[in-house]
């Protein structure tokens, strides 16, 4: 079972539309979590993080859920520079380092 | 500011021949790392190094060796490079190794072919 699990997509939305993607971990001890942009044979960038209570960034709002052990990020007004793959990752603490786990990312095409 | 530099951007390598990817950060971040990302599985953790003189393995550490003589390079090497090897190599860098806030920056990559 893959520890941080994403749906593939490719999510395709019209200009203005509003998009979700869900992602869950299987490590309940996890401490943090981050959602990341990669573009097109591009490096991810850091595009959020996640807080337990919820948090906002513009259009970009992330939230956690630890009970069901998932993360959501929700995409207000899409634009067609939103287009990328959103990489999930969660931070565990392994042999006291703490290691970054990527989703596999889900690919999102906004369209004119 | 440069951030992170990798080093070549790409490469096409006959298998059996040794490789070595290189990466240095400007940003005095204690903790470096090499991922490897292959179409569908993600990005998987390689080597990674929590300051300068140390180094550990990560997910799929089998058929690479790094090094960390200073705080700036860590390199990646590959000592007889097999197909299986062909993929997309990400060096990254955070500030530190520890604590929930674990930041991560990434280098531009180095697409790497082995035949």
């Known amino acids: 079972r893959k520890e941080v699990e994403q749906d593939p997509g490719p999510f395709n939305v019209p200009e203005g539309a509003t998009v979700a993607f869900n992602c869950t971990y299987s490590n309940s001890a996890s401490q943090s979590f981050f959602w990341y942009r990669q573009d097109c044979r591009k490096e991810p960038k850091l595009l959020m993080s996640?807080?337990?209570s919820g948090n906002e960034d513009g259009r970009f709002t992330a939230q956690l859920n630890r009970a069901s052990q998932y993360i959501s990020l929700l995409i207000r007004d899409s634009k067609l520079s939103d287009s990328a793959t959103y990489l999930c990752?969660?931070?565990?603490?392994?042999?006291?380092?703490?290691?970054?786990?990527f989703g596999s990312g889900t690919r999102l095409l906004v369209r004119p | 500011i440069a951030g992170i530099t990798q080093a070549p951007t790409s490469q096409i390598l006959a298998a059996g021949r040794r490789m070595t990817l290189r990466c240095t950060q400007d940003?005095?971040?204690?903790?470096m790392y090499w991922y490897r990302q292959d179409l569908g599985l993600g990005l998987r953790l390689i080597h990674y190094?929590?300051?300068?003189?140390?180094?550990g393995k990560g997910e799929v550490p089998d058929g690479y060796s790094v090094s960390r003589a200073n705080t700036d390079d860590f390199p990646l090497t590959l000592a007889s490079a097999v197909p299986s090897q062909t993929s997309v190599y990400f060096c990254?860098?955070?500030?530190?190794?520890?604590?929930?806030?674990?930041?991560?920056?990434f280098g531009a990559g180095t697409r790497l072919s082995v035949l």
């Open positions: 190094s929590n300051t300068a003189g140390t180094t």
């Open positions: 996640v807080y337990s």
């Open positions: 990254a860098s955070s500030r530190t190794s520890g604590g929930t806030q674990n930041i991560q920056y």
């Open positions: 990752v969660v931070n565990e603490e392994e042999d006291s380092s703490y290691k970054l786990i």
């Open positions: 940003m005095r971040h204690n903790a």
